[in-house]
């Protein structure tokens, strides 16, 4: 709860990925994937329920054997790859008798996200008077993107006047982490990003998204480096 207001979590872990298969079963640092965010929520002082939202009855299993609460399986035909998170997450809103606030969705594949980033989300959503916040992390090289045309030649995407790398505003982009919005704002916007979206910032090390055999590479990585392997 935030100054009186319930705030509902949902875990998102669907059993399709077609890019790492059973990844959100995959063992990382001695736990399953998704028993990352699970804890992650229990940490958290805000939030008032987490539930599970997956369409996979062996993750579900997994999820109850980490103390995680599934109350239900996602309809299949919301756990397809061109299926919207929204719809997914609103369902799940709609499928518990409680009423909430705030909705925070919290993607099985961020492990290293803490339950202080989810709390930071929606103290800054509550100061700023914001009905969505999302978090991002720096993109230093952003600036330097380039697409190839038709013809085979190399594009900038952002305008580059001559200016060192040092010089060049910081870019951000979302890491997939930690979504806060206000429940009926976002059955009408439908989306996490509008013009009243504000970013809460991550440090990279806490902004790995599981989304390939690399990704995971990087994720034990920084176990290792941090005694946590």
């Not at 298969?21 to 002082?45: C, M, T, V």
């Not at 914001?130 to 992390?137: D, G, I, L, R």
């Not at 330097?144 to 006047?161: C, K, P, R, S, Y």
Request: charged share 25%.
């Amino acid at each position: 709860m935030i100054e009186g207001d319930r705030v509902l979590a949902v875990i998102a872990g669907r059993g399709g990925s077609k890019g790492l298969p059973g990844k959100n079963l995959r063992d990382l640092g001695g736990k399953p994937l998704i028993a990352w965010s699970i804890e992650a929520a229990r940490q958290s002082r805000h939030i008032d329920r987490a539930i599970v939202s997956t369409d996979n009855a062996e993750i579900a299993e997994v999820a109850r054997h980490w103390a995680g609460d599934v109350p239900f399986l996602r309809p299949a035909e919301l756990a397809t790859d061109e299926a919207p998170i929204i719809a997914s997450l609103l369902h799940a809103v709609d499928a518990v008798a409680e009423r909430y606030r705030y909705v925070v969705l919290l993607q099985a594949t961020s492990p290293f996200r803490l339950g202080s980033d989810i709390d930071a989300a929606l103290e800054l959503c509550r100061k700023r008077g914001a009905a969505a916040c999302v978090s991002v992390t720096p993109a230093p090289k952003a600036r330097w993107l380039q697409e190839i045309d038709a013809t085979g030649h190399l594009v900038a995407l952002f305008q580059n006047d001559g200016s060192r790398r040092q010089e060049l505003e910081l870019a951000y982009q979302p890491n997939g982490a930690v979504y806060v919005a206000e429940i009926d704002w976002l059955r009408q916007q439908t989306s996490f990003y509008t013009q009243e979206t504000l970013g809460y910032v991550m440090p990279p090390e806490r902004s790995v998204d599981i989304d390939s055999i690399s990704d995971v590479y990087v994720a034990e990585a920084i176990l290792r480096a941090s005694g946590r392997a």
